[in-house]
């Protein structure tokens, strides 16, 4: 499975953004999906996932500003990202997983090259 993560760029705070991971040969709809970051220093981190029947999950410090969805007719996962902060400000990763916990990045078998977001005062 190759995904293709894009729609990262620089916003203000409190501004909005979408991110978009197109995936490509694999049977999208049988992946769990997942958003993790990644800011400078500081280790890779969980976001947002998806199962497979569309249930949602967040980090606490996204819950009710980001929200995670699916097209499977269109192979693409979404993360609509709002009321952005400057601690949102990292590297965001689309990544798939066949199993396992939704929050544990070794569970996730493939993954995007990342879009970087920044959020400027």
């Known amino acids: 499975v190759q995904l293709q993560a894009s729609g990262g760029g620089l916003v203000q705070t409190g501004g909005s953004l979408r991110l978009s991971c197109a995936a490509s040969?694999?049977?999208?709809?049988?992946?769990?999906m997942g958003w993790f970051r990644q800011a400078p220093g500081k280790e890779r981190e969980f976001v947002a996932a998806i199962t497979w029947v569309g249930s949602t999950y967040y980090t606490n410090s996204v819950k009710g500003r980001f929200t995670i969805s699916r097209d499977n007719a269109k192979n693409t996962v979404y993360l609509q990202m709002n009321s952005l902060k400057l601690e949102d400000t990292a590297v965001y990763y689309c990544?798939?997983?066949?199993?396992?916990?939704?929050?544990?990045?070794?569970?996730?078998?493939?993954w995007g090259q990342g879009t970087q977001v920044t959020v400027s005062s």
């Open positions: 990544a798939a997983r066949s199993g396992g916990g939704y929050s544990n990045m070794n569970n996730y078998n493939y």
């Open positions: 040969g694999g049977t999208f709809s049988s992946y769990g």
